[in-house]
Structure formats: structure tokens, C-alpha cells
């Protein structure tokens, strides 16, 4: 990893604990998890097995850290690397049309579904869930999934920019190649 990779994905995941500090429990003290656009955005930035290792691990410690869900610290460590392989996975499959807002919202979408999922399952197992599954998923989930596609459609055409305005894109091209 470059540092200036490195500093970016520092600053995205700053501000994605911020967020996920601030914003408060909801139904069962789940929250809508704006931390998991940081890590996605880092992803499709940046997508080398190595770069999305640190960072899922660094989401999943963050998350563990500011959550307000019950057990939801083991959770948050489990979800995060799963999710974050699916998501890169599904990203390198679609290679074609990598840098396209649209194929960034979409795994967005699907990425944060999955994080949901896979949260609420392993919490159901570790702990015991605080409210029916059925319920954390479509009053927590699902408005997080369009809570945190909206925001991709927003943040990457700008985050695209700055790293091409930084000569990042020669390099990340060769990356992707390989």
C-alpha cells in the first residue's frame, strides 16, 4: 500500500467513525451504519486483497468500538471482513464496468444488505437479538442500504476526481491488471 492510499482510506474511515459515533441506536439500539460506505468507497478506490484486509479489519474494530447494539461488538468484527470480500469479489467480477456510479451504488445496495444479514445472524447466535430479525431488517437494514447508496452516488464521482487529480489512477489501473 502507497501512503497516500493509506491516508485516504485513514481520512475515509475518520469520517465514517464519526458518523458512526454520532448517529444514534434505532429499534434495538441497531444503527444505520454509514461507516460501511467509507469502507466500500476505500474498496472500489482501492481494490487489492491486502488494502481491503486492513481496512475491513480497521471497519470491524471501529464499528465494535461505537456500537450501542447488545453483543454487537463480536458482530461488528465478524460482519465487516465477510462483507468486505463479497463486496470486492463482486466489484473484480464486474471489472467492465468499474468506474461507473451506478455499478458503485448498486454493490453498495448489496453490500450493505449482506453486512445487515450477516451482522443480525452471527448477533443472533452470540447474543440474542433484542427485536425480531424481520424487524431489525426492514426498520434498520433496508433504509440503511438507501441511506448508504444515496450517499455513494455523491461521494464517489468525488472521490474518483481526487484521485485522478493525484496520478493514483496509473498506478491503481496497473494494480488491477495484474
Known amino acids: ?21 454520532v448517529i ?16 466500500f468507497l476505500a474498496i472500489f ?16 474494530v471501529i464499528s465494535a468500538l461505537t456500537t450501542s447494539f447488545p453483543g454487537g461488538q463480536i458482530a461488528n468484527i465478524i460482519d465487516k471482513p465477510i462483507t468486505a470480500f463479497i463486496v470486492l469479489g463482486l466489484f473484480l467480477v464486474m471489472k467492465k464496468f468499474q468506474g461507473n456510479v451506478a455499478l458503485a451504488a448498486s454493490l453498495t445496495a448489496i453490500g450493505t444488505i449482506f ?10 447466535v452470540l447474543t440474542g437479538l ?14 440503511t442500504a438507501a441511506l448508504n ?7 464517489y464521482p468525488v472521490a474518483q476526481s481526487i484521485i485522478k487529480r493525484s496520478n493514483v489512477a496509473t498506478q491503481q489501473k496497473k494494480v488491477i491488471a495484474k
Not at 500500500?1 to 459515533?21: E, P, R, W
Request: charged content about 5%.
Open 115 to 124: 453486512s445487515g444479514t450477516i451482522f443480525l445472524l452471527s448477533a443472533a
Open 1 to 21: 500500500m502507497k501512503s497516500f492510499q493509506l491516508a485516504l482510506i485513514g481520512v475515509l474511515l475518520a469520517v465514517g467513525f464519526v458518523l458512526h459515533a
Open 45 to 60: 478506490l482501492f481494490p487489492e486483497k491486502k488494502t481491503v484486509a486492513v481496512t475491513a479489519l480497521s471497519t470491524g
Open 24 to 39: 444514534p441506536g434505532i429499534l434495538g439500539a441497531m444503527k444505520l451504519d454509514m461507516l460501511l460506505t467509507m469502507m
Open 149 to 155: 447508496t444515496f450517499a455513494m452516488v455523491i461521494l
Open 130 to 143: 433484542p427485536a425480531p430479525f424481520t424487524a431489525l431488517f426492514i426498520t434498520v437494514v433496508l433504509p
